[in-house]
């Protein structure tokens, strides 16, 4: 059975599963959720966008007494990305549920607000395993009542070293609670991580039919470094209305190449640790709702990147080992869509090339590549723009508030303007580019759910 009504639901978790377009489980779904649902300790190897965030989700749901005020369910992601964006997908099934009080602690955030929100327990923490940990501590987050404990993308956090920070985590946490993990890969630490911190649990691993498999074609290009940057432009050139994710193995350069991009008329942009959690947000809204098209990035940083349709992944750096490279040709060719995944090796990167060759088991597909002339700068324009609403939800302000805005005396077409987020205290809007202006004009001459409130362009 794949129908979520053939599971033992709460009535609310089932119409909102309905209400968000969850028609039936996905494999990992199905096989996860009856021991999940039965209190069985889980691990499961399923990659991103495979439905896992729903899978624990709806388990630490089902298992939520509401009425009890402490923390009952911790969720471990490795970065701020991921944690934002599995708190949203938990929000949405616990919509129909009273007064589910979840919060979001992360690293590279103020202390004090965390502080402030915590003077009453959640119940439910989503959160990277520093901060948890570091509220543990402190005394701040009180771990006696946790029934489920989920470690998502837990390959990810033990390679960023999190091991320790997750052994102390559960030392300071109920004794007696349902252990979730969920990696997309199965290298031997996570097994023996598994061994350590969970009881007896039921394996999962859920294969990709082959006629599910999505077209992904590999694309592996041997240039000389000074060649590097001006193949990744003209490769870029060809394909310059679409979504492109750049990796690079250095922080560094990653500005470097964002940079040049810029300079040679590419609307990119850079993502990497180093910057403000501010800057890293409003980089991946823009790069989410088609106001920047080209995304440089760091491999941590672009964990938890959830675009749907991305169809160019360029390693400007071949990665350092066969799982990363996995993990990052993984970002293109996603909810059945197809994908370009592109290498540059120079002859240097040559031993990391053949690693990927011996983990796949089978030839890399080589392509000639011919350099072509330099050409003059050629403007690759984003096809949306963001604007910056300084109000959020703290403010009661709502998506349906701003396009109502918009669609209403601002005079928009439904059709001419895209995503829209929501943060605490701010709101991004994308707007066809050619009507941006227009749009800010009439939002800062009107109103917003009656009241004016500040708008500017981002970048």
């Known amino acids: 059975m794949?129908?979520?009504?053939?599971?033992?639901?709460?009535?609310?978790?089932?119409?909102?599963?309905?209400?968000?377009?969850?028609?039936?489980?996905?494999?990992?779904?199905?096989?996860?959720?009856p021991p999940i649902l039965a209190g069985r300790d889980v691990i499961a190897q399923a990659r991103t966008g495979s439905g896992k965030t729903a899978a624990f989700g709806l388990g630490l749901l089902q298992a939520l007494d509401v009425d009890t005020i402490r923390l009952q369910a911790l969720v471990l992601c490795p970065t701020r990305e991921l944690a934002d964006q599995v708190s949203k997908a938990i929000r949405r099934l616990a919509a129909g549920l009273p007064n589910v009080k979840l919060l979001t602690l992360c690293g590279g955030m103020p202390l004090g607000p965390q502080l402030a929100s915590l003077t009453h327990d959640p119940h439910i923490v989503v959160g990277t395993p520093g901060?948890?940990?570091?509220?543990?501590?402190?005394?701040s987050l009180h771990g006696g009542g946790i029934k489920v404990l989920v470690l998502d993308e837990a390959d990810r956090m033990l390679d960023m070293g999190f091991g320790e920070a997750i052994d102390d985590i559960v030392g300071r946490i109920a004794k007696h609670h349902q252990t979730l993990l969920f990696s997309a890969t199965y290298p031997e630490a996570i097994r023996t991580a598994s061994r350590r911190l969970q009881n007896d649990p039921i394996e999962i691993t859920v294969e990709t039919p082959a006629e599910a498999t999505p077209a992904i074609e590999q694309q592996f290009i041997e240039v000389e470094p000074v060649q590097k940057i001006?193949?990744?432009?003209?490769l870029l050139a060809r394909d310059h209305d679409q979504h492109a994710l750049v990796f690079c193995n250095m922080r560094r350069d990653v500005d470097a190449v964002a940079q040049d991009l810029d300079r040679r008329g590419f609307s990119a942009l850079a993502l990497h640790g180093d910057m403000e959690q501010r800057d890293r947000d409003e980089v991946l809204v823009r790069f989410a709702n088609r106001s920047c098209s080209v995304l440089v990035a760091t491999d941590v940083a672009a964990r938890g990147l959830d675009i749907a349709a991305l169809p160019l992944v360029v390693s400007y750096d071949i990665a350092h080992d066969p799982d990363t490279h996995t993990h990052r040709i993984g970002r293109t060719g996603r909810a059945g869509q197809?994908?370009?995944?592109?290498?540059?090796?120079?002859?240097?990167?040559?031993?990391?090339?053949?690693?990927?060759?011996e983990a796949l088991g089978e030839p890399l597909p080589w392509r000639a590549?011919?350099?072509?002339?330099?050409?003059?700068?050629?403007?690759?324009?984003?096809?949306?723009?963001?604007?910056?609403?300084?109000?959020?939800?703290?403010d009661k302000l709502r998506p349906g508030d701003i396009l109502g805005a918009l669609t209403g005396e601002a005079g928009l077409e439904a059709g001419d303007i895209g995503k829209i987020d929501v943060y605490a205290t701010r709101a991004y809007v994308?707007?066809?580019?050619?009507?941006?202006?227009?749009?800010?004009?009439?939002?800062?001459?009107?109103?917003?759910?009656g009241r004016n409130f500040r708008v500017r362009p981002l970048g």
């Open 2 to 33: 794949t129908d979520f009504s053939s599971l033992p639901l709460k009535p609310a978790l089932l119409v909102s599963l309905e209400t968000h377009g969850y028609a039936a489980m996905t494999p990992v779904q199905a096989q996860s959720l």
């Open 131 to 139: 901060r948890v940990q570091e509220h543990l501590k402190r005394g």
């Open 230 to 234: 001006d193949a990744l432009a003209q």
């Open 338 to 357: 197809s994908g370009v995944a592109i290498t540059l090796c120079t002859p240097r990167e040559r031993p990391k090339a053949q690693n990927i060759e």
């Open 369 to 394: 590549f011919k350099l072509a002339p330099p050409r003059g700068k050629t403007l690759h324009l984003a096809p949306m723009k963001t604007l910056v609403i300084d109000a959020g939800r703290q």
């Open 430 to 449: 994308a707007i066809t580019r050619a009507l941006a202006n227009k749009a800010l004009e009439r939002l800062r001459a009107g109103r917003i759910k």
